[in-house]
């Protein structure tokens, strides 16, 4: 350790262990956030025992991995986000908080903890979700196969939301998942293609609508979603094309939320976009014609996924009912 790394504080020193490859890169400065963003620390008894719930069963949650702003409300109602196929993700994305580095090898045990837990809970509906494993022959779509199969065999009446990574050169991954048929199958394009460089470097913009258009393909009945982050620099333009592209792809539910900062190493936030723009992007996406749309600063793939859920499948059988 230098003489400047000696004087970091113990907490910058951690993140930059669980984001090696971000340590030399320049520092930008988190700006305040606004009043409209500000959320309370969680303390909740519902909080509590969802923590020792997921520590008992020796599961990860995205909710704490990328340190996500409503942990404390979601957990209070006793609804966590699982993160299979360990902690540790193969790509280094500007914008996450997740750690990077050499992944351990997957648990095979996981699929039936995440089931059990599921059952424990009393989930109505749940929300799987990985880090990228580019190490893994099938990129992990196989674990994703065993946990829909798992809680579908301990909690039959739990519908089932996976949001998967993109699957890049992995042959047969996007398949084997959508035949699993879960109830929901997500997978963020995350910004505009402009962007993807410098904040997704590691993806593919059109390989990712691909995906999503693929599994709408290969099963209709499977409600597909995406979701984007604001305040990384894009236009308002480059976002309705996302919009449309997505609707091309026949993408039934779009979320889009604000884009915050885990550290100084990460990407910097271009702006904080304000309610009203947020409410201006759900009408207009309402009007090209998503079922669902979820658009607000805090605002996060899996935030009230599981009432959400419930709306989808109303505005589907709305939809249907009008048609015939």
Same mark, same amino acid.
């Given at each position: 350790?230098?003489?400047?790394d000696?004087?970091?504080?113990?907490?910058?020193?951690?993140?930059?262990?669980? !984001?090696?490859?971000?340590?030399?890169?320049? /520092?930008?400065p988190i700006?305040?956030?606004?009043?409209?963003?500000?959320?309370?620390?969680?303390?909740?008894?519902?909080?509590q025992?969802?923590?020792?719930?997921?520590?008992?069963?020796?599961?990860?949650?995205?909710? +704490?991995?990328?340190?996500?702003?409503?942990?404390?409300?979601?957990?209070?109602?006793? !609804?966590a986000?699982?993160?299979?196929?360990?902690?540790?993700?193969?790509?280094?994305?500007?914008?996450?908080?997740?750690?990077?580095?050499?992944?351990?090898?997957?648990?095979p045990l996981?699929?039936?903890?995440?089931?059990?837990?599921? /059952?424990?809970?009393?989930?109505?509906?749940?929300?799987?979700?990985?880090?990228?494993?580019?190490?893994?022959?099938?990129?992990?779509?196989?674990?994703?196969?065993?946990?829909?199969?798992?809680?579908?065999?301990? /909690?039959?009446?739990?519908?089932? +939301?996976?949001?998967?990574?993109?699957?890049l050169?992995?042959?047969?991954?996007?398949?084997?998942?959508?035949?699993?048929?879960?109830?929901?199958?997500?997978?963020?394009?995350?910004?505009?293609?402009?962007l993807?460089?410098?904040?997704?470097?590691?993806?593919?913009?059109?390989?990712?609508?691909?995906?999503?258009?693929t599994?709408?393909?290969?099963?209709?009945?499977?409600?597909?979603?995406?979701?984007?982050?604001v305040?990384?620099?894009?236009?308002?333009? +480059?976002v309705?094309?996302?919009?449309?592209?997505?609707?091309?792809?026949?993408?039934?539910?779009?979320?889009i939320?604000?884009?915050?900062?885990?550290?100084?190493?990460?990407?910097?936030?271009?702006?904080?976009?304000?309610?009203?723009?947020?409410?201006?992007?759900?009408?207009?996406?309402?009007?090209?014609?998503?079922?669902?749309?979820?658009?607000?600063?805090?605002?996060?793939?899996?935030?009230?996924?599981?009432?959400?859920?419930?709306?989808?499948?109303?505005?589907?059988?709305?939809?249907?009912?009008?048609?015939?």
């Amino acid at each position: 350790m230098n003489d400047v790394d000696a004087v970091k504080p113990a907490e910058e020193r951690a993140k930059e262990l669980r !984001h090696p490859e971000k340590a030399h890169k320049p /520092a930008h400065p988190i700006p305040r956030k606004p009043a409209w963003i500000r959320v309370r620390a969680p303390t909740s008894p519902g909080y509590q025992e969802t923590r020792a719930l997921m520590r008992r069963q020796h599961l990860h949650t995205v909710c +704490e991995e990328a340190a996500c702003p409503n942990i404390g409300e979601c957990w209070s109602r006793r !609804h966590a986000t699982v993160m299979i196929l360990g902690d540790t993700c193969t790509r280094a994305c500007a914008f996450c908080n997740v750690r990077t580095g050499t992944p351990k090898p997957s648990d095979p045990l996981e699929p039936e903890n995440l089931a059990v837990a599921v /059952a424990e809970m009393g989930l109505k509906h749940v929300v799987v979700t990985s880090v990228d494993r580019d190490d893994l022959d099938d990129g992990g779509a196989g674990q994703f196969v065993r946990c829909i199969e798992c809680i579908r065999a301990l /909690a039959p009446a739990t519908t089932i +939301e996976v949001l998967t990574p993109d699957f890049l050169r992995k042959e047969g991954a996007i398949e084997a998942v959508a035949a699993a048929r879960p109830d929901v199958y997500n997978h963020n394009l995350e910004t505009v293609p402009r962007l993807y460089p410098t904040i997704r470097p590691g993806a593919r913009y059109f390989h990712s609508l691909r995906l999503l258009d693929t599994v709408k393909r290969l099963d209709p009945a499977l409600f597909t979603k995406s979701g984007i982050m604001v305040g990384l620099g894009e236009t308002r333009t +480059e976002v309705l094309q996302v919009m449309d592209d997505l609707r091309s792809a026949g993408v039934d539910f779009l979320t889009i939320g604000q884009y915050l900062q885990p550290t100084p190493r990460h990407a910097p936030i271009d702006r904080f976009v304000p309610p009203a723009e947020f409410d201006n992007y759900a009408r207009l996406a309402r009007a090209k014609g998503f079922l669902m749309v979820s658009a607000s600063p805090l605002t996060r793939s899996s935030y009230h996924a599981d009432r959400d859920f419930e709306r989808l499948r109303a505005a589907r059988l709305a939809q249907d009912t009008a048609a015939g």
